[in-house]
């Protein structure tokens, strides 16, 4: 009985439908040493973090972003200085908080831009940074500056600039890998959305500068997982493009095996600028 040209499309639809899943199942099932490769990794880093001995943890979390992290203009909290500098403590924990915040709306397989006015004021953030930054820096090179700068100033400019950066990041990484990748959804999509991601930032630069001193260690550990964060997801999008994994990734674990190899790229570089700079520092060629 001869089909029909709408039942042979039908059937070849169908056909490669189930050839697409079996390669998805395929693909899977070799990921899965990868993801206990990458979550054993990563708990033999934080137990390293935690439980090795001669220094407190705030200490080894300083140390540990040493070579990334300029560490001039500290602020302490609750008594007990922050790992990173003020200006990172905002840009780092605005970021993570940014991510974290797009993953409760639902945002993991974004891809379209904010709105046009949202995008110029994410670059306004970028911007007010990158001006106080200089300022800050002719400050500190005894030239010409526009105004005294401050830490709280510092936070503050930076929470704006993490918050954008995170935008960026989750546009960027959902355009490059994801196969399932929603161009119509906006990463932020109105003004609401972009006010509760800044309130988180506003909420950590509060917590600081009125001295909450039991929001010393969240305060820390999310400015200080930012940073490696915001390293490790620039490592896993090159590794994963030249693994050709671009327009392939539909669930997270689908990206267990270059996560794992992006992981051990960030511990040798955090390792090896961190050496670099306390190397440097020993020996009197740099402050």
């Known amino acids: 009985m001869e089909r029909s040209s709408e039942e042979i499309i039908e059937l070849a639809r169908r056909e490669i439908a189930a050839r697409q899943a079996h390669a998805l199942e395929e693909r899977g099932m070799r990921e899965v040493p990868w993801r206990y490769a990458f979550l054993g990794m990563l ?10 001995p001669g220094a407190p943890l705030n200490w080894k979390m300083y140390a540990a972003v040493h070579g990334v992290c300029a560490q001039i203009h500290n602020v ?6 922050l790992p990173l500098c003020a200006r990172n403590t905002g840009i780092y924990s605005g970021f993570l908080l940014t991510m974290v915040y797009l993953a409760i709306l639902g945002r993991s397989r974004a891809a379209r831009l904010p709105p046009p006015a949202i995008v110029v004021v994410l670059a306004g953030l970028v911007v007010i940074m990158a001006i106080d930054g200089f300022n800050s820096m002719f400050v500190d090179l005894f030239l010409p500056h526009l105004y005294t700068p401050r830490n709280d100033l510092r936070t503050l400019t930076g929470i704006g600039m993490g918050t954008a950066m995170a935008v960026m990041m989750v546009l960027i990484l959902n355009l490059s890998l994801r196969r ?6 906006r990463v932020i999509g109105n003004w609401r959305e972009l006010g509760g991601a800044l309130l988180l930032g506003l909420l950590v630069h509060a917590a600081i500068y009125g001295n909450v001193a039991v929001s010393y260690w969240p305060i820390a550990i999310v400015a200080w997982a930012g940073i490696v964060g915001i390293l490790f997801c620039v490592n896993l999008l090159i ?5 050709r994994y671009e327009g392939r990734v539909t669930r997270l674990e689908d990206l267990a095996r ?3 190899l992006a992981l051990i790229v960030t511990a040798i570089m955090l390792g090896a600028l961190s050496w670099g700079r306390f190397w440097l520092e020993a020996n009197g060629l740099i402050l």
């Open 180 to 185: 399932d990748a929603d161009m119509e959804q």
């Open 258 to 260: 270059p996560a794992t």
């Open 76 to 81: 302490a909290l609750g008594g007990e200085q």
């Open 239 to 243: 590794v994963a493009l030249i693994m």
């Open 43 to 52: 708990g033999a880093i934080l137990a390293g973090m935690l439980l090795w």
